[in-house]
């Protein structure tokens, strides 16, 4: 395993991801935002959260949350626990495997119905989006960590506020941060549940004092080291 791969990825991640997770913030708490008119309550929790936390740091938990659950779906994509595929495309394909199917109307029937037919109105262009691939796929990609967040929910804890509200835009281009976590993370490193240690300690190594979660990085880590672990998330 390469480490000295890992190292740069993580960090160039976490400058990623707090980039636009800012960037996102910035535009939600715009005056006229989509956001505050489809989603004021959501919005209402983000400037509460504001008041008793500094910018930077609400920052740095969010682009860590997305980071940590971004790791973990290509670490279980790779070792078959997801299916189909959250982060990761179907061999020979691009996009990722869950989005695929979904554009094939094949979609997981655990989701809420509400979010089942979001995702089936955006990629019928029932509903008019400049994005609409990327839109589907971030609402799977939510509800697939909701989904996850009952059998681990030390990772995947149910997403009800700003958290899914600010996840960056670009989760599908070459120049995503999920086609860099691919890129790190080759089939070879996840063959290593270490993989999962390394990465939080580069992803901290630049700033320690600002990232909370070693709980959940150890509790994964300890969680895959198991025996049963493929009778418990099957």
Partial sequence: MDTTV?????QAAR?????????????????????????PSVVQ?????LAKQEKERLVERVAYIWFNRFCALRFMDVNHYTLPAVVSPAEGQIRPEILAEASSGLVDDTFPNETKQRI??????KTVSPDSQGDAYRLLLVASCNAWGKKMPF????ITDYVELLLPDDLLSEQSVLAAVRAAMTEEACQNVEV???????YIS????????????????????QPNCLRLIG
């Fill in 6 to 10: 890992l190292k740069n990825f993580a």
């Fill in 15 to 39: 400058r990623s991801l707090k980039t636009q997770v800012t960037a996102k913030l910035n535009s939600v708490l715009a005056p006229q935002s989509t956001a505050r008119r489809e989603l």
């Fill in 45 to 49: 929790k983000l400037e509460k959260a």
């Fill in 120 to 125: 089936q109105d955006l990629l019928s262009g």
């Fill in 155 to 158: 990772l995947f804890h149910i």
């Fill in 196 to 202: 999962i240690g390394w990465l939080y300690q580069f």
């Fill in 206 to 225: 630049e700033q320690k004092d600002a990232i909370s979660g070693v709980r959940a990085r150890l509790l994964l880590l300890i969680f895959l080291r």
